[in-house]
């Protein structure tokens, strides 16, 4: 049982849903670093997590610009805390739903 991911509101077993994701560290200035990742889905509920996160390959603002553009993965972005994630969205001028990463199809 050991690495087994749950979703406890379904009690069954997080399926991968897509490899190679790009996730994105976040600050209030904008991103930090990049990696890929996996995103596991809830096969009851259709809820969606990020896991299977490997080293990152990107730091800084201009480096993790330059892997999404060629990479040509999709890209979920995440924030430390709500506070870091609102202090980006009124610097940024844009409301949190914005934000808000798309679902992984
Ligand atoms: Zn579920």
Redesign the pocket.
Same mark, same amino acid.
């Given at each position: 049982m050991n690495g087994v991911r749950i +979703?406890? !509101? $379904?009690q069954?077993e997080l399926a991968v849903k897509k490899n190679g994701v790009l996730l994105v560290s976040m600050g209030v200035n904008g991103a930090s670093e990049a990696a890929f990742c996996d995103v596991l889905e +809830?096969? !009851? $509920?259709?809820?969606q997590f990020v896991g299977g996160v490997a080293d990152a390959i990107a730091f800084g603002a201009a480096a993790v610009s330059h892997v999404i553009e060629t990479s040509g993965a999709p890209v979920v972005r995440y924030w430390l805390n709500n506070r870091e994630r609102n202090e980006f969205a009124a610097k940024a001028g844009c409301d949190h739903h914005s934000l808000t990463n798309e679902v992984v199809t």
């Open positions: +979703c406890l !509101g $379904c069954v +809830c096969p !009851g $509920c259709g809820m």
